[in-house]
């Protein structure tokens, strides 16, 4: 069975941080955030490759760090201060090992409010 399992999104103030993880089982590699606010389309936030290469967005880089750990087949994104237009629901995306099949995991949460 493949899976993708999103945790630690939540309410926080502007300027605050947010750790966001994805774990993927099965023969996938999370490759990358998404997210998408009410309204807008899904867009492009960070991107890792399996060797470590890193792409942003132009509206979260120096903020936003994303990293992971191959042995656990998990990627992460450090969001740190945090804008209100940074609220929306992120997504984690991945792709088959096997095939051209794309994953996303069930969304996480974040807002970012006074």
């Known amino acids: 069975q493949v899976q993708l399992v999103e945790s630690g999104g939540g309410l926080v103030q502007p300027g605050g941080s947010l750790r966001l993880s994805c774990a993927a089982s099965?023969?996938?590699?999370?490759t990358g955030w998404y997210r998408q606010a009410p309204g807008k389309q899904r867009e492009l936030v960070a991107t890792?490759?399996?060797?470590?290469?890193?792409n942003y967005a132009d509206s979260v880089k120096g903020r936003f760090t994303i990293s992971r750990d191959n042995p656990k087949n998990t990627v992460y994104l450090q969001m740190n201060s945090l804008k209100p237009e940074d609220t929306a629901v992120y997504y984690c995306?991945?792709?088959?090992?096997?095939?051209?099949?794309?994953?996303w995991g069930q969304g996480t949460q974040v807002t970012v409010s006074s």
């Open positions: 995306h991945a792709q088959s090992i096997l095939s051209t099949s794309n994953y």
């Open positions: 099965g023969s996938i590699y999370a």
């Open positions: 890792i490759t399996k060797r470590g290469t890193t």
